[in-house]
């Protein structure tokens, strides 16, 4: 018998109940990743770059969103169409 971590990504997606945990494997089979990104940095530009740059290679970045100092509604709605454009999810920590 083969245990749940030695399954595929996408068996393993569709034993969940969750849908976070869903989307989460599905991009995981997609990518053929788990790699993940804790981008801690301070301003909306940095994250925006780095989110960009790393984008097409994570399957999840993570984030401080309250200790951007720039933060305004704009850096959501671009840090959401990064996620869309490059297939990641974005996991806010806080």
Do not use: W
Not at 7 to 26: C, D, I, M, N, T
């Amino acid at each position: 018998m083969v245990s749940f971590s030695q399954q595929p990504y996408a068996s393993r997606g569709e034993q969940h109940a969750h849908p976070v945990a869903k989307q989460l494997f599905a991009t995981m089979e997609r990518k053929q990743s788990n790699l993940s990104l804790a981008a801690d940095v301070s301003t909306k530009s940095e994250l925006l770059e780095i989110a960009d740059k790393v984008g097409p290679y994570i399957c999840v970045l993570k984030t401080h969103i309250d200790v951007i100092s720039d933060f305004d509604q704009d850096l959501v709605v671009q840090l959401q169409a990064l996620a869309a454009k490059h297939d990641f999810l974005i996991f806010e920590d806080r």
